[in-house]
């Protein structure tokens, strides 16, 4: 497990990011892994895909709900400070974790 914390201010609320976890996927369309992460100790948030941006880098994707002919947010940051701050530390994770699997299979054993 990954854990981490991550305190933001804005207009003096605190919020605290941990335990973000990262399960890296075969890549497809674009999708390269999913995250979870807890908030403020309080809420666990997962099923955050990690997407290559065509620009280069990594963004996330935050689940959806597709119902009828609608697709339903099931959750999202709705202040950008936040989740600049839940950006940067879940793709820090996610390269932690892609570089840790690059060391083992790029490992001789002598």
């Known amino acids: 497990m990954i854990s ?6 804005d207009k003096n609320v605190m919020q605290r990011i ?6 890296p996927i075969k890549p ?22 990690i997407a290559t ?5 990594y963004r996330l994707i935050y689940p959806t709900k597709h119902t009828g002919n609608k697709d339903m947010n ?4 709705i202040n950008r400070t936040f989740a600049e701050a839940i950006e940067r530390e ?3 994770r996610f390269e932690d974790v892609m ?3 690059d060391d083992r299979h790029n490992s001789i054993n002598t």
Do not use: M, W
């Open 53 to 57: 941006r065509l620009q280069g880098g």
């Open 90 to 92: 879940v793709i820090k």
């Open 18 to 23: 941990t335990e973000v976890q990262i399960t």
């Open 28 to 49: 497809k369309d674009g999708l390269v892994a999913f995250a979870s992460f807890v908030l403020d100790n309080s809420l666990y948030l997962g099923s955050v895909g």
């Open 99 to 101: 570089n840790k699997s």
């Open 74 to 77: 099931v959750f999202h940051p």
């Open 4 to 9: 981490c914390d991550v305190l933001t201010k």
